[in-house]
Nanobody, 117 residues
Framework: QVQLVESGGGLVQPGGSLRLSCAAS????????MNWYRQVPGKQREMVAV???????NYAQSVKGRFTISRDNGKNTVYLQMNSLSPEDTAVYYC???????????WGQGTQVTVSS
């Protein structure tokens, strides 16, 4: 049974920081790219950051220089460090695991991030 469990969301003031975590189980973690997406009501889910199984990263232009994705293969966990948060970052953030060889993918349940004063 595959599980992706996100944590670390919450309410933060503009300019603040949050660190999201996603713990994966039931998959061979090293075969998957691990990715963060976000979604606001009425809009499509959008890619925020990805890290391949060998550690290559990519970011949405809107978060470059503010967010950092990393993975710990020993703990089967991916992180998203978010700095200099703005109200435009408010969304539900989803963890995604995508198997490199065939794009089989799984999703977490999402965690709410709210940036507001």
């Amino acid at each position: 049974q595959v599980q992706l469990v996100e944590s670390g969301g919450g309410l933060v003031q503009p300019g603040g920081s949050l660190r999201l975590s996603c713990a994966a189980s039931g998959i061979t973690f090293s075969l998957y790219s691990m990715n963060w997406y976000r979604q606001v009501p009425g809009k499509q889910r959008e890619m925020v950051a990805v890290v391949s199984n060998i550690g290559v990263t990519n970011y949405a232009q809107s978060v470059k220089g503010r967010f950092t994705i990393s993975r710990d293969n020993g703990k089967n966990t991916v992180y998203l460090q978010m700095n200099s948060l703005s109200p435009e970052d408010t969304a539900v953030y989803y963890c995604n695991a995508r198997r490199m060889i065939d794009n089989l993918e799984y999703w977490g349940q999402g965690t709410q991030v709210t940036v507001s004063s």
